[in-house]
């Protein structure tokens, strides 16, 4: 309790010191109530009052002080941005088992990705179960679908455990709502912090702590991995105090009552003496962790932990030797601000500690500066305080310019409408004169007195120019505009991130991308915000097995998670054996979806990707993943319609193939048939040509027969004419013989007659001259 209480002291001294040094916690205090009242936009109007006044008076300023609230517009822009950015929980079991399982998971699907041909042919054949995956149709064709298939679709049931149990503590502690005040913390006053603590009765129990409360040692990381002590004041009454702290004897209180340092200590308007300021804080330190390692009787070797003053004699007869180690631990004390006693002083149970290395230990409080400097961090409202006070003196100085304004007036000179005379025996009195300017705006005037002098006063009325002061409004509202652009400056939050003032020449890709630049400018609070959700969660995922182990509301914490998920409470109960990593995907926001849309729709477009692919890819949160998802089924696309390609391009070869071999085996047949046909033709012609030529021999013949029986029977016939002529000649000369012998006798019996002359001359029909069988010939 006494090394308590030193601790107690130099945390004091650091932050509240009395005499005469800077009260470091007073003075961040101070800052960050001001940034705040900045941040509402309800800043102290005195400091433009003394700029306004003259001596501190102000009786002749008839002003509005109220802050112009441009900063809170500036504020919400980021906040509700960054809570727009919804974010996944991701655990990765890396304990042994787990990683044994994994490993025999992926080897298993590596031997499934090589004889997957093999394998399908084997149960085709042997109706037998061969693949060891789930899907054999889905096996990834490479090594990065594979990678891409372990980071997208495989998930061990312990780690969906894992998550919904974090989720689940999330939903219990309304960390949506605690997420919130965080970012609003990063964005007005550039630090926030959370804690995180188990108890027997509560369980594990998520809280937000205000910076301004919070006391830690120097740093300069934006994480404060590095801090050895850190703690939170706390305004409690005397009566929770006592409730709180049960030690506490009636004395004690009385004592605390009369002694401690109240409000007076943070100088602050008012004091309550029922209440006191208590410091909760956490010290890390080493401590040494002795073990008496003894040999059994069997051999083998029996580790007993021992406490630090354990010393053996350093004998080499010893059947025992110590072994020892430091660790990092954690003490927790209370102590009231102010009073030299402390409440509680003890090492902390149930100590955060990462599986992966048992000599660490986290602290309950995470917090998260990302512009801290020396210590000191830096804001985006602290930016732009001292702008936006010039912009609260601009406008007062154009309401005192507004003030002084009056309406333009005019002149009349009576004497001028004395010396008119209407001709009708009235004169032109003031009252007709205004009404008629006002009415039609016409002046009637004398250029000549009635003693004929020149008027001076010809034109009665005239309209008078007063000095409103536009030159000095449109400076005062140009010098507004200018510190207005100064803040968007500074922060990065341009025109284009509110839509203030959105350009209607510029191009809708052009805004876009001023307003990514604009969210580029504030990434630094998304992140941060995002750290310490990671941490939390990280923390979580270690107190989960202190519920699963001591807490009296398992039951219930598994109750509640069984809402959810029944089936994994049998993997929730077993989660204390487990070690994971855990992490965050960050959901894309809409600049980020809008061009991962583009590129699904240019795919689907190019016939690159199926409709199937577009929907996948769109499930994937992570927007790194999705691309890489795109690629690969993108290149998977071009491979399917390459083999499509080339099975059409065989396809069509086959067929022109088939149809090139149809037309030959058809011109074949074409052609053996036109041989055949021209061999019958050639046979029919052969045959009409045979059966010609036999019937031109035929008749040939039968000419030549009649040929030779005609010659015959002419040779005959000649035969005959010549046997005929012959056997006439005979005849004739047998004839003559007997005409001569006639007329011999004739001539005998003439002469002896004595008779006349007889004619012996033809008659000339027995003449066979001219005619012959030449026609008879052949030919």
Not at 242 to 266: A, Q
Not at 347 to 369: F, G, W
Not at 402 to 430: F, Q
Not at 681 to 702: H, L, P, T, Y
Request: aromatic share 8%.
């Amino acid at each position: 309790m006494d090394y308590g209480l030193q601790v107690a002291r130099s945390i004091e001294h650091e932050w509240f010191k009395k005499d005469g040094g800077t009260n470091k916690y007073l003075h961040s205090k101070q800052k960050y109530n001001e940034l705040r009242l900045y941040a509402r936009g309800e800043q102290s109007v005195q400091k433009y009052k003394d700029e306004l006044s003259i001596n501190g008076d102000l009786s002749y300023l008839n002003l509005d002080w109220r802050p112009v609230p441009i900063i809170p517009k500036f504020v919400d822009i980021v906040v509700n941005g960054i809570s727009d950015r919804a974010y996944e929980l991701k655990a990765y079991s890396q304990d042994p088992v787990s990683a044994s399982k994994r490993t025999e998971y992926i080897e298993n699907i590596v031997k499934d990705m090589q004889n997957k041909e093999f394998y399908a042919s084997a149960e085709q054949g042997l109706n037998l179960p061969m693949f060891k995956s789930e899907n054999p149709s889905e096996l990834p064709e490479n090594n990065e679908e594979l990678s891409l298939h372990m980071q997208l679709n495989y998930k061990q049931s312990i780690e969906i455990a894992e998550e919904e149990a974090i989720n689940n503590l999330f939903a219990l502690n309304d960390y949506d709502l605690i997420k919130k005040r965080l970012d609003y913390d990063l964005t007005v006053l550039g630090i926030a912090c959370v804690k995180n603590y188990f108890n027997v009765s509560d369980g594990v129990k998520v809280a937000y702590v205000d910076p301004v409360d919070i006391v830690h040692s120097y740093t300069e990381s934006p994480y404060f991995e590095d801090l050895y002590y850190i703690g939170e004041v706390e305004r409690v009454s005397v009566s929770d105090l006592k409730k709180r702290f049960n030690d506490l004897t009636d004395e004690d209180i009385k004592e605390i009552e009369d002694n401690h340092i109240s409000g007076d200590f943070y100088k602050t308007q008012r004091s309550d003496d029922n209440f006191v300021h208590i410091l909760n804080f956490e010290y890390k330190t080493y401590k040494n962790q002795v073990y008496k390692v003894k040999k059994g009787a069997s051999g083998n070797d029996k580790a007993l932990e021992k406490d630090d003053t354990f010393n053996p004699p350093k004998d080499d007869r010893s059947r025992f030797k110590k072994l020892n180690r430091s660790i990092e631990v954690i003490y927790s004390g209370t102590k009231i601000v102010g009073y030299e006693k402390m409440l509680s002083w003890n090492m902390s149970e149930n100590m955060s500690r990462p599986k992966a290395d048992l000599t660490k230990v986290k602290m309950s409080y995470q917090i998260c500066a990302p512009r801290i400097y020396k210590g000191v961090p830096e804001s985006l409202v602290g930016r732009m305080t001292s702008f936006a006070d010039m912009v609260q003196l601009t406008h007062l100085k154009l309401q005192q310019v507004l003030s002084r304004v009056v309406p333009d007036g005019i002149y009349m000179d009576a004497d001028g409408i004395a010396e008119i005379d209407l001709g009708n025996g009235t004169n032109y009195n003031p009252q007709e004169a205004l009404n008629m300017y006002f009415q039609t705006g016409s002046v009637i005037g004398r250029s000549m007195t009635q003693d004929g002098d020149f008027n001076q006063g010809k034109i009665p009325i005239q309209e008078l120019q007063s000095s409103s002061g536009g030159a000095k409004i449109q400076s005062l509202i140009q010098t507004y505009n200018y510190y207005m652009q100064m803040m968007r400056d500074v922060t990065g939050l341009n025109e284009a991130r509110d839509g203030s003032m959105p350009d209607g020449n510029a191009l809708v890709g052009i805004q876009k991308m001023a307003a990514a630049n604009s969210n580029t400018a504030t990434r630094h609070i998304l992140q941060a915000g995002l750290f310490l959700t990671l941490k939390t969660a990280e923390c979580l995922a270690l107190r989960i097995s202190d519920v699963l182990e001591y807490s009296n509301t398992k039951q219930q914490f598994l109750n509640t998670l069984g809402k959810f998920n029944v089936a994994t409470l049998k993997e929730v109960s077993e989660l204390h054996l487990h070690d994971f990593g855990i992490y965050l995907d960050l959901m894309p926001d809409l600049e980020e979806k809008q061009l991962l849309e583009n590129n699904i729709q240019m795919a689907i477009q190019k016939d690159q990707i199926n409709l199937e692919d577009a929907i996948d890819i769109r499930e994937v949160k992570n927007l790194k993943l999705a691309n890489q998802l795109l690629k690969l089924r993108r290149k998977k696309k071009q491979e399917l319609d390459r083999k499509m390609q080339m099975q059409n391009i065989q396809a069509q070869t086959q067929s022109n193939t088939q149809a090139a071999e149809a037309a030959a085996a058809a011109d074949m047949q074409k052609q053996q048939a036109l041989a055949q046909t021209k061999t019958q033709v050639a046979q029919a012609q052969s045959q009409f040509d045979i059966a010609k030529m036999e019937r031109e021999a035929a008749i040939k013949k039968e000419l030549m027969e009649f040929e030779f029986n005609l010659n015959m029977q002419l040779k005959q016939q000649e035969m005959q004419v010549i046997k005929d002529k012959e056997s006439g000649k005979e005849d004739r000369k047998d004839e003559r013989t007997k005409i001569q012998a006639t007329q011999q006798s004739e001539l005998i019996e003439q002469r002896k007659g004595n008779t006349g002359p007889k004619n012996f001359e033809s008659k000339g029909f027995d003449n066979l001259d001219g005619f012959g069988l030449e026609q008879f010939n052949p030919r």
